[in-house]
């Protein structure tokens, strides 16, 4: 009765850690959806705006999130301070500077910079996928080490299917875009690997993604379970 309920209660706190991680992103989509559909054109909200409340609101969400984990006690994955501090970073940017480039390529940046995290600690001979999860899975030295090469290249492949997202469905943009003297996009529309970028106004198509990119990250996830599962230890490793 008792690994029953022990069972029952990691399932609670594994939903509780996924509708965390699906509340932001609900929210940014059904605001941007709802300012576009209102049909609202008023000197604070219109539909070109529709983008600035959503980010807004999925930054709120996000900080509410760890603030609710640490009103409860609750340990903080570092991944998730990460990505809060890279989603209020960047969405401050574009909202107070009315620039949609910066919201267009934070989903870039952030996942670009997990991939580097990981990658930048099995360089020098470290592995932060096990630092953060050793206390929920015991797994031997390979198998972390497998596990992180996936994500790592995960994260990478990301970044890159936002890159061709947003530049594919966002309007090209007046000037060209220049990020920290990086240029990162000509004006306009623009030729690439034989693709043709910037030539659709259709931005709708790369918000509502958001939910198309976390049923994927959740797939993938799903998908590397069998691999853990069969590696499994009989203990998790004692936390520090």
Known sequence: MTDENNDLGKAADKANQIWGDLVPVIGFVLVYNLIRLSGLDTAWIDKDSSLYWATAVLIVLSLGVVGYKLKNGERIPPFLIISSLIVG????????????????????????????????????????WRVMFKNVFSLPDFAWKQLAIRWGLFFIAMAIWNEYLWRTYAPGFEQPLIFFGIPLAPAGTYEFLGMTFGDKNAEDVWANWKIGNMVITFIFGALNVPYTMKHLQDEPEATA
Request: glycine share 12%.
């Open 89 to 128: 970073g960047f969405g401050l940017m574009g909202i107070l500077l009315q620039e949609k480039s910066f919201i267009y390529i934070k989903p870039t940046i952030q996942n670009l910079f997990l991939a580097t995290i990981i990658f930048g600690s099995m360089a020098v001979g470290q592995n932060v």
